[in-house]
């Protein structure tokens, strides 16, 4: 199964924003120029999480993003689902019932057993994504790599997030 880059790109948007200060947010082109990403391309993608009710869009020309829920709220799975869609990654053509002489349709009442075994394994991928939360993901700030990611976005906040509250 390979996801959309779509997918890995709105989920490290989310953990970027999920270190905003409560009133502040981040411009698309801002997101697209912090991960080095085609803006456009994230556009299609922020509208996305948006519309699933995971981004808040904050309208006018100081406006941006920010998380529409509290980062613990908010599952890999979710994610994926905004990006991705609901539907299941196999789609089942039915070529069973194709080619030469094929088999009577009467046999075909029941998904085939290919179907079956994968969305089964959909289903376990999916119970997976269900268990990490973008809070998750944020741990780990006590590491080195923890505190050069800390670093790098406290920076790119300083000079990039907008409607900022003030730090008490």
Do not use: W
Request: proline residues 7%; aromatic residues 6%; hydrophobic residues 45%.
């Amino acid at each position: 199964m390979k996801l959309g880059d779509g997918v890995e790109q709105a989920i490290h948007c989310m953990l970027l924003l999920s270190g905003l200060t409560p009133s502040g947010v981040l411009s698309a082109a801002a997101l697209a120029e912090f991960h080095g990403v085609s803006a456009s391309y994230l556009l299609k993608h922020l509208q996305a999480l948006a519309g699933a009710g995971l981004l808040e869009s904050v309208p006018g020309p100081k406006g941006g993003y920010r998380l529409a829920r509290p980062a613990d709220k908010i599952t890999l799975l979710d994610v994926v689902l905004a990006v991705e869609g609901p539907a299941p990654a196999f789609r089942c053509g039915e070529i069973r019932q194709r080619g030469p002489s094929p088999v009577a349709a009467h046999f075909f009442k029941a998904p085939c057993a290919v179907n079956a075994a994968m969305l089964k394994a959909e289903s376990a991928y999916r119970t997976e994504l269900k268990k990490v939360t973008l809070a998750d993901l944020t741990s780990g700030a006590d590491t080195a790599l923890g505190k050069a990611i800390a670093t790098r976005s406290c920076a790119f906040f300083d000079l990039n997030e907008r409607n900022r509250s003030p730090n008490p």
